[in-house]
């Protein structure tokens, strides 16, 4: 048996056999892996290295490598085709490891490892307070000098926004220092009143030092107090009878508030701290940081991962740790709970870099949990856009047909899934999704007839049968695979009906995880499992299934829950509709040969329904066909 892997954006399928190390082989690589702290790195047989990680115990940690139910990443299945040799650094203690760990993973760049985008084209504003005239300039590099730097901005759009309105509204000069000294005239800048002119010296050097204060502040995120100091000099003009400066003050308080309504997401603090949102599906991952300068959210800094290997925990500890090699470091990092165990690390090194103390912390109530709520609701939007790429999807296939057996890629799978509300209306729904993504108007909907008798399974006969028979006069629509919700109940019946139609479509039904609690004890969890038909000897077996329980975070399995969930929610929607509207509906609705005039002409002869029920067959012969009157009888006496 092989598997799909994406390997430089295109498909190819792997025939390695999972786990074929022996024992002799296991022990050629564990025997020099020292109990210790440190970090170990996994080189091919070309000995380019693959991947990198860190441990408090490297022995225990590489070690579990080599069991078949150890580690559950998808790369380690690939191990045993390309694994050479493992060499291992040993350090003092965790924080060296976590250090060590990531200046190797740059340096070398390991193909399973992530590593964040460089952030060479990110924006920074430049203000040097020192300067004679400063200003604000937009930059790609922070330097080490006495200036004031404010960002990264991860978007340039916010960074070249912030720049244009600095320089409207707070009057700064935006030449550069050669234009400064060799002009001759003011500029169109003065003209429209955005620059007071320092090259002539037409402002004094004290109010334009207090122009530069406004515009530190308001890059601060110290709003309030930008907004006292304008006021303040706002009146002080409107005294002196300055009113064309009154205005233009007017002016710039305006877009101050303006600029705060904007950034109305505020916390309870004076301190600088960020918020970091994680989400995940499958191999694909999402990290957005919310920061905060000063209580005020300034910016969302994004980013999409796909192709990852690492479990949670080293994950968010990894970006975090080169997330912070590149931005500005906050007193307080708010990370998502139960995501890291041991903060301690993250803290020490984080400190050591800002040459303060700096607190990681796990919220579980109150402002900064609300905070964390935020940034893991923007990673999750992170996420389905990350999802929609077609690298991510082709990949999420490959998965799929790898843990199905399949031959090909799975470009148009079908899900069915039932609703009914203590047997009252039941229906069924199929959605369709090719190449990954939704295709909602090949969606559709099904009333049960009862054609198949009650229970979900039934139901689900009579939906099968339905559609193979609108497959068999329409060939085109033949999915590549088709997934049923739920178990081998179903799955038996999916067979059955196809065979019935003559089809051979691959097919799988996936069972809900599930906890079970006994009421004594602890509770069992129940993951989510795939049923397919036992193939034996090449052909499949009608009496067998086998059970299949992909890790958590498999690709594969999330896709086909991605499919199971909007199956399920379209479903419930349409039986919540035709409930609704037979709650709401008329006695007189559904009978044959009652359309709109005739239903028109009934209640015009007898005013109202109740006249209607209490009128005999003779009485609703004289307005109705005898046909349509009795059918309008036996309906109103055959529900009373």
């Known amino acids: 048996m092989g598997w799909w892997i994406l390997v430089d954006g295109a498909l190819s399928f792997s025939q390695h056999t999972y786990m074929s190390w022996d024992a002799k082989q296991i022990e050629g690589f564990l025997q020099n892996i020292p109990p210790e702290p440190g970090v170990y790195l996994m080189k091919d047989k070309g000995g380019k290295v693959i991947y990198i990680g860190k441990a408090i115990h490297l022995y225990n940690r590489v070690s579990n490598y080599f069991q078949e139910s150890g580690d559950p990443r998808p790369f380690v299945k690939l191990l045993s085709g390309i694994l050479d040799r493992i060499d291992t650094v040993v350090t003092s203690n965790e924080k060296e490891a976590l250090i060590l760990e990531n200046e190797l993973i740059k340096r070398h760049r390991p193909r399973f490892n992530v590593l964040l985008k460089d952030d060479k084209n990110y924006l920074y504003l430049r203000l040097d307070p020192k300067a004679r005239w400063p200003r604000l300039e937009l930059v790609r590099r922070r330097k080490d000098d006495d200036a004031e730097y404010f960002g990264p901005y991860h978007s340039a759009f916010a960074a070249r926004q912030t720049f244009a309105l600095i320089n409207r509204h707070f009057g700064l000069r935006s030449c550069s220092d050669t234009m400064l000294k060799n002009r001759s005239r003011p500029c169109l800048e003065y003209s429209m009143g955005r620059c007071p002119a320092p090259c002539l010296e037409l402002i004094s050097t004290a109010d334009y030092e207090q122009r530069v204060q406004a515009a530190l502040l308001f890059l601060k995120g110290r709003h309030d107090d930008v907004r006292r100091m304008l006021t303040k000099q706002m009146n002080l003009a409107a005294d002196n009878e300055n009113f064309e400066e009154a205005a233009r003050l007017r002016d710039r308080l305006k ?234 109940s179903q799955l038996s019946v999916g067979i059955s009906v196809m065979a019935e139609a003559g089809l051979s479509i691959p097919m799988v039904a996936l069972a809900k995880a599930r906890v079970i609690d006994h009421g004594f004890g602890p509770s069992k969890k129940i993951p989510e499992r795939l049923y397919v038909q036992d193939v034996v000897a090449g052909v499949a077996d009608s009496a067998g299934f086998r059970q299949i329980v992909p890790q958590a975070h498999d690709a594969g399995l999330h896709l086909l829950m991605r499919m199971r969930d909007e199956a399920h929610r379209f479903v419930v929607k349409f039986h919540r509709k035709r409930r609704f509207k037979k709650g709401t509906g008329s006695i007189l609705d559904g009978i044959a040969g009652l359309g709109p005039k005739r239903r028109v002409m009934l209640l015009r002869h007898f005013r109202t329904v109740g006249n209607i029920k209490s009128a005999s067959l003779e009485e609703l012969n004289e307005v109705l066909p005898m046909g349509v009157a009795k059918a309008v009888f036996d309906k109103i006496h055959g529900t009373e």
């Open 255 to 488: 877009a101050i508030e303006s600029a705060m309504i904007k950034q109305a997401v505020i916390l309870p603090t004076t301190q600088d701290l960020d918020a970091i949102g994680f989400a995940r599906a499958g191999d694909c991952a999402a990290f957005a940081v919310l920061r905060f300068e000063k209580g005020v959210l300034v910016e969302r800094v994004p980013y999409i991962l796909d192709g990852v290997v690492a479990p949670e925990e080293d994950l968010l500890e990894s970006l975090a740790f080169q997330y912070y090699g590149r931005a500005p470091i906050p007193a307080q990092v708010l990370l998502p709970p139960g995501q890291l165990e041991r903060t301690a690390p993250l803290e020490e090194v984080l400190g050591a870099r800002s040459q303060r103390v700096v607190k990681v912390i796990r919220p579980y109530r109150g402002p900064n949990a609300d905070a964390i709520r935020m940034a893991i609701h923007n990673a999750e939007l992170l996420l389905a856009e990350g999802l929609g790429s077609r690298k991510t999807r082709d990949r999420a296939l490959a998965r799929v047909a790898e843990l199905l057996g399949l031959s090909s890629l799975p470009r148009r799978i079908e899900t069915y899934d039932m609703s009914q509300f203590q047997s009252a209306e039941p229906v069924g729904a199929m959605v369709v999704f090719i190449n990954g993504q939704p295709e909602k108007k090949a969606w559709r909907t099904y009333g049960i007839r009862l054609e198949e008798g009650p229970g979900d399974v039934g139901f689900m006969r009579e939906v099968l049968k339905r559609r193979f028979a609108n497959l068999r006069d329409n060939p085109e629509d033949m999915p590549d695979l088709i997934v049923l919700d739920g178990g081998e």
